[in-house]
């Protein structure tokens, strides 16, 4: 019996599994193929990690581990949905959502003062940030527009906003003193275990972190950011941004940078708000009101402050009512840039103010130009050139536009996402140093109190790895492979050394493979995209993020639609359902008008490719006529508009997950390759099509009324389903075939 694992998540993506699992157990029961579910959502991981305080019937085993265990095997074949990366205030939220439920699970403590309080908030950390990610990437990415998904965007284009000559709106990046620039790299010549240290002036030393095992060829980086000059560039950046009366907006990744930008995120709100934190920093802190939580959390706790709650509010009111003026999340709510560290994400909010024409929203409902401030510079070159080529060029064009499908390094926690548990705020001044077993220092910095330094690790493997899959990628396609490296970097000068010696392992004759710069890489594939022609894009383990989101949000509207494919180095499938983040605006509009507009193309494009790997590995032919039929059924959806729309009275979730049922069934009734399936298929396509117009209409009778899901981030199982699952009729038909 063939088997696919469905991950649990959160949010949107979760909402949509209670109505699209069903269907994907009937059709692949089909094939003799088991769908077994993982819960790796946030809540559940929660859970998982404090069983001692549950009762038998609220425990939750550690899917997350077991799924990172089974990632290793060849007997991996994973679908992966997006989870939340939790920033404080939602790990805070949700913990106490289960705290509410019944679950006995202790408070996330903000200043752990004895040991058992530093084990519990140890225990929490784990949970920030990109926590799922990097335990079950043990493969590099390979993401795509799939044909279908490029020829509707085409047919269809979405709307792209108006791009001025004379557009203010550009990027502003440290440039120096930053990460990239304190950039230090070392080669392993052997395996070791090394030590990062502090040392104070006075010579002692402090243990930062120990036994920290590395393997030959192993690529290690150490950099650190000066804090004071951050502020300093934040200063004049908001001093900049009030003299040209454009908006100000901050763009970080605090979700997957989850040590290190909400670090970053907090000095841009105490920069912001200058006089507010002179003259009432002390009672903030003492209230534990951490700008580092943003805005929202410090508005949120002012009744702490006592009779000093309605000044500090009154200030900072004052405050946004002066220039400049700060751009907004929500400008109805008054839900600001600055508010909470997860509501901007560099490479969602960046694509889509490109698409906007470079204007961002302001306080007044207003759109307008923008100083888009990525504090450190390694990739924010990227956005600038394309900025400056909009300006040049105008907007893209999605019906002729290229893509930049990517090549990804990301198996086994390469490069920055892998690290949070060796990225350090200083507490003093001093030098970090890392040695090696023998004590010899490989890498050091001068730091000063508050700066913060990271280390991060890419292996040997995952890069021969990535190479190799960047080569298969360029004689698959015949299109050019740009490793977007820079020999001015520390980090990618050695990861350059590597590339050139793997690429002699493969079969290069007659093709396009190039080293550029990100922002030479940049300009080369923008320039083929207004030509019309594909450029892979070969990077890390960050800019696979970037680009990813990019490159899909100007040419098909979001980057959801993405095809995203993990070989797993150890022979397994993971097959991810694209980018896009997990929606939380889509829940609340399910909760208050019962319509949910998440669109789960990217769960049918990853279940196609799910099934065809099932196919070769474990001989099951049956499979592949499943996933091919699946194929033709999603192009069905986004050719005959049936996937989701945006508001009342049209399709939402629930009814493009019927229309797929319906297509996938005719496309297999009609199929030649394996008759058994077209007889058992034929009766349930000639039942879904003969309801239709029944099965639709009791899908929209439901929508516009209040719904309880029973909880946010762990919402009761019963009003879900009944929620999601709101046809009788289309239950009937798929339960049967379910058996």
């Known amino acids: 019996m063939s088997t696919i694992i469905y991950t649990r998540t959160d949010e949107a993506p979760l909402l949509a599994t209670y109505s699209l699992k069903p269907v994907v157990e009937a059709f692949a029961g089909a094939a003799g193929i088991d769908v077994e579910t993982r819960d790796i959502s946030l809540a559940g991981r929660i859970l998982a990690h404090f069983p001692e305080r549950l009762t038998d019937a609220q425990r939750r085993p550690d899917a997350l581990a077991e799924l990172g265990r089974l990632a290793t095997t060849p007997e991996a074949n994973i679908i992966k949905l997006p989870n939340i990366s939790a920033s404080a205030p939602q790990l805070r939220a949700a913990i106490a959502e289960l705290q509410a439920q019944g679950y006995d699970l202790p408070d996330y403590p903000e200043s752990p003062a004895t040991d058992e309080e530093r084990e519990v908030r140890a225990r929490y950390d784990k949970l920030k940030g990109s926590a799922v990610n ?23 284009p979405h709307s792209m906003g108006t791009w001025d000559s004379d557009s203010r709106t550009r990027v502003a990046t440290m440039g120096e003193h930053d990460f990239a620039t304190n950039e230090q790299s070392v080669i392993m010549p052997a395996p070791d275990t090394l030590t990062i240290s502090h040392v104070a002036a006075d010579g002692t030393r402090t243990i930062l972190k120990e036994s920290l095992p590395v393997l030959a060829g192993e690529v290690v980086d150490a950099t650190f950011m000066q804090v004071s000059a951050l502020r300093t560039f934040l200063a004049e950046q908001v001093s900049a941004a009030a003299a040209e009366d454009v908006l100000f907006s901050l763009h970080l990744k605090a979700t997957m940078m989850k040590v290190s930008d909400p670090i970053i995120f907090g000095h841009a709100v105490e920069v912001f708000f200058a006089d ?113 080529d909009c300006k040049a060029h105008g907007a893209f064009d999605p019906t002729t536009m290229g893509s930049v499908p990517n090549v990804g390094l990301m198996a086994q926690k390469a490069e920055e996402y892998g690290s949070h548990d060796k990225t350090f705020e200083m507490v003093a001044d001093g030098a970090v140093q890392v040695l090696d077993s023998a004590g010899t220092v490989l890498m050091e910095h001068q730091v000063c109190a508050g700066d913060i330094w990271r280390a991060c690790q890419t292996k040997d493997e995952p890069v021969r790895d990535w190479v190799k899959l960047a080569v298969k990628r360029a004689r698959a396609t015949g299109d050019p492979a740009v490793f977007w490296l820079d020999p001015a970097r520390a980090h990618d000068a050695n990861l350059i050394s590597k590339v050139e010696e793997y690429l002699q392992d493969h079969d290069t004759d007659g093709l396009d493979i190039r080293v550029l710069s990100p922002v030479e890489a940049t300009k080369l594939s923008v320039e083929r995209i207004r030509e019309g022609k594909d450029t892979i894009s070969v990077t890390g383990n960050v800019l696979r993020d970037y680009n990813t989101d990019l490159f899909p949000i100007l ?26 983040g997990s929606a939380p605006k889509h829940v609340q509009q399910l909760q208050q008008e019962n319509y949910l507009r998440w669109d789960s193309l990217g769960e049918f494009l990853a279940l196609a490719e799910s099934l065809r790997f099932l196919a070769e590995r474990d001989d099951n032919p049956r499979a592949r006529v499943l996933g091919d039929a699946l194929d033709r059924a999603t192009e069905r959806v986004l050719t005959e508009d049936r996937s989701p729309a945006r508001r009342l009275g049209e399709i939402d979730n629930r009814g493009s997950h019927f229309y797929l049922a319906l297509y996938w069934a005719q496309a297999l009734a009609e199929q030649t390759e394996d008759a058994e399936l077209a007889r058992r298929f034929a009766p349930v396509a000639e039942q879904l099509s003969a309801q239709q117009d029944t099965i639709a209409q009791e899908l929209l009778d439901v929508q516009g009324s209040p719904v309880d899901l029973g909880g946010y981030y762990h919402p009761d199982e019963e009003k879900v389903a009944a929620a999601m699952r709101p046809s009788a009729t289309f239950n009937a038909v798929i339960d049967a075939l379910r058996g």
């Open 276 to 388: 507010v934190f002179a003259r009432y920093g002390a009672q903030l802190d003492a209230a534990g009101l951490s700008s580092s939580d943003g805005l929202g959390g410090i508005l949120a706790g002012l009744d702490a402050l006592g009779d000093d709650a309605g000044e500090v509010r009154a200030a900072i009111e004052g405050r946004l009512r002066e220039l400049p003026r700060l751009s907004m999340v929500n400008s109805d709510k008054g839900i600001t840039n600055l508010h909470v560290p997860s509501d901007v994400i560099v490479d969602a909010s960046m694509p889509a103010m490109i698409r906007n024409g470079g204007k961002v929203w302001g306080p007044k409902g207003e759109v307008d130009d923008t100083i888009a401030v990525i504090p450190d510079s390694s990739y924010a070159g990227v956005y600038q050139v394309v900025i400056e």
């Open 134 to 156: 990097p335990v079950l990437r043990e493969g590099n990415s390979d993401r795509r527009a799939p044909d279908a998904v490029k020829n509707y965007a085409r047919s269809r």
């Open 555 to 580: 040419e098909l509207g979001t980057s959801a639609k993405m095809l995203s494919v993990v070989p797993l180095m150890n022979g397994g499938g993971l097959f991810e359902t694209g980018a896009g």
